[in-house]
Nanobody, 124 residues
Protein backbone atom coordinates (compact mmCIF):
# COMPACT_ATOMS: atom_id res chain seq x y z
CA UNK A 1 0.00 0.00 0.00
CA UNK A 2 1.36 3.36 -1.02
CA UNK A 3 1.48 5.85 1.82
CA UNK A 4 2.83 9.25 2.69
CA UNK A 5 3.15 9.54 6.45
CA UNK A 6 3.67 12.94 8.06
CA UNK A 7 5.15 13.46 11.50
CA UNK A 8 6.64 16.22 13.60
CA UNK A 9 3.58 18.31 14.26
CA UNK A 10 2.67 19.54 17.69
CA UNK A 11 2.11 22.54 19.92
CA UNK A 12 4.59 25.39 19.80
CA UNK A 13 4.61 28.97 21.01
CA UNK A 14 4.58 31.85 18.59
CA UNK A 15 8.08 32.47 17.32
CA UNK A 16 9.04 28.86 17.80
CA UNK A 17 10.12 26.20 15.35
CA UNK A 18 9.03 22.78 14.18
CA UNK A 19 10.38 20.31 11.66
CA UNK A 20 7.88 18.21 9.77
CA UNK A 21 8.78 14.99 8.02
CA UNK A 22 6.97 13.04 5.33
CA UNK A 23 8.08 9.48 4.74
CA UNK A 24 6.98 7.47 1.75
CA UNK A 25 6.23 3.79 1.97
CA UNK A 26 5.07 1.23 -0.55
CA UNK A 27 6.95 2.87 -3.41
CA UNK A 28 9.56 5.51 -4.12
CA UNK A 29 8.76 9.11 -4.94
CA UNK A 30 12.35 9.96 -5.78
CA UNK A 31 11.32 11.21 -9.25
CA UNK A 32 8.29 13.16 -8.05
CA UNK A 33 7.89 16.79 -7.22
CA UNK A 34 6.78 16.86 -3.61
CA UNK A 35 5.25 19.53 -1.49
CA UNK A 36 3.53 20.69 1.64
CA UNK A 37 0.07 22.16 1.94
CA UNK A 38 -1.91 23.25 4.98
CA UNK A 39 -5.53 23.66 5.91
CA UNK A 40 -6.75 25.77 8.79
CA UNK A 41 -10.21 25.26 10.32
CA UNK A 42 -12.88 26.68 8.07
CA UNK A 43 -10.43 27.50 5.31
CA UNK A 44 -9.39 25.92 2.04
CA UNK A 45 -6.22 23.92 1.71
CA UNK A 46 -3.35 26.15 0.62
CA UNK A 47 0.07 25.64 -0.89
CA UNK A 48 3.06 26.08 1.41
CA UNK A 49 6.15 24.82 -0.41
CA UNK A 50 7.32 22.38 -3.08
CA UNK A 51 10.58 20.81 -4.16
CA UNK A 52 11.69 19.23 -7.42
CA UNK A 53 12.72 15.61 -7.61
CA UNK A 54 16.41 16.47 -7.37
CA UNK A 55 15.92 19.05 -4.65
CA UNK A 56 17.32 21.87 -6.76
CA UNK A 57 14.13 23.83 -7.46
CA UNK A 58 11.98 25.00 -4.59
CA UNK A 59 8.92 27.20 -4.40
CA UNK A 60 7.33 28.85 -1.39
CA UNK A 61 4.14 30.69 -0.63
CA UNK A 62 4.92 34.36 -0.11
CA UNK A 63 3.70 34.13 3.47
CA UNK A 64 6.41 31.64 4.45
CA UNK A 65 9.39 32.81 2.39
CA UNK A 66 12.45 33.32 4.54
CA UNK A 67 11.00 31.35 7.45
CA UNK A 68 10.26 27.88 6.05
CA UNK A 69 12.67 25.55 4.26
CA UNK A 70 11.71 22.47 2.29
CA UNK A 71 14.24 19.73 1.66
CA UNK A 72 14.33 16.06 0.74
CA UNK A 73 16.44 12.97 1.17
CA UNK A 74 15.70 10.61 -1.71
CA UNK A 75 17.77 7.85 -0.15
CA UNK A 76 15.27 7.87 2.69
CA UNK A 77 12.25 8.74 0.54
CA UNK A 78 11.54 11.57 2.94
CA UNK A 79 10.72 15.23 2.52
CA UNK A 80 11.06 17.78 5.30
CA UNK A 81 9.64 21.17 6.17
CA UNK A 82 11.63 23.27 8.60
CA UNK A 83 9.38 25.98 10.02
CA UNK A 84 10.78 28.92 11.97
CA UNK A 85 9.23 32.03 13.51
CA UNK A 86 5.83 30.37 13.54
CA UNK A 87 2.72 32.51 13.89
CA UNK A 88 -0.62 31.67 15.51
CA UNK A 89 -2.39 32.07 12.18
CA UNK A 90 -0.30 29.20 10.85
CA UNK A 91 -2.16 26.77 13.04
CA UNK A 92 -3.39 24.13 10.63
CA UNK A 93 -3.18 20.54 9.53
CA UNK A 94 -0.13 20.20 7.32
CA UNK A 95 -0.29 17.73 4.45
CA UNK A 96 2.44 16.14 2.36
CA UNK A 97 1.85 15.85 -1.37
CA UNK A 98 3.55 13.97 -4.21
CA UNK A 99 2.90 14.05 -7.91
CA UNK A 100 2.04 10.71 -9.55
CA UNK A 101 5.34 9.99 -11.28
CA UNK A 102 7.07 6.62 -11.43
CA UNK A 103 10.62 6.07 -10.23
CA UNK A 104 11.84 6.15 -13.85
CA UNK A 105 10.32 9.60 -14.26
CA UNK A 106 7.34 8.69 -16.42
CA UNK A 107 3.93 10.11 -15.59
CA UNK A 108 1.42 7.75 -13.96
CA UNK A 109 -1.65 9.84 -14.46
CA UNK A 110 -4.35 10.15 -11.88
CA UNK A 111 -4.50 12.30 -8.79
CA UNK A 112 -1.63 13.39 -6.59
CA UNK A 113 -0.76 11.36 -3.52
CA UNK A 114 -1.58 12.86 -0.13
CA UNK A 115 -0.68 12.03 3.44
CA UNK A 116 -3.15 12.00 6.30
CA UNK A 117 -1.81 15.25 7.75
CA UNK A 118 -0.15 16.36 10.95
CA UNK A 119 -1.54 19.00 13.27
CA UNK A 120 0.51 22.12 13.96
CA UNK A 121 -0.79 24.42 16.68
CA UNK A 122 0.90 27.75 17.35
CA UNK A 123 -0.11 29.42 20.59
CA UNK A 124 0.04 33.17 21.09
Amino acid sequence: QVQLVESGGGLVQAGGSLRLSCAASGRSFSSSRMGWFRQAPGKEREFVASISWGGVITYYADSVKGRFTISRDNAKDTVYLEMNSLKPEETAVYYCNAEPRRANGTWEGGPDYWGQGTQVTVSS
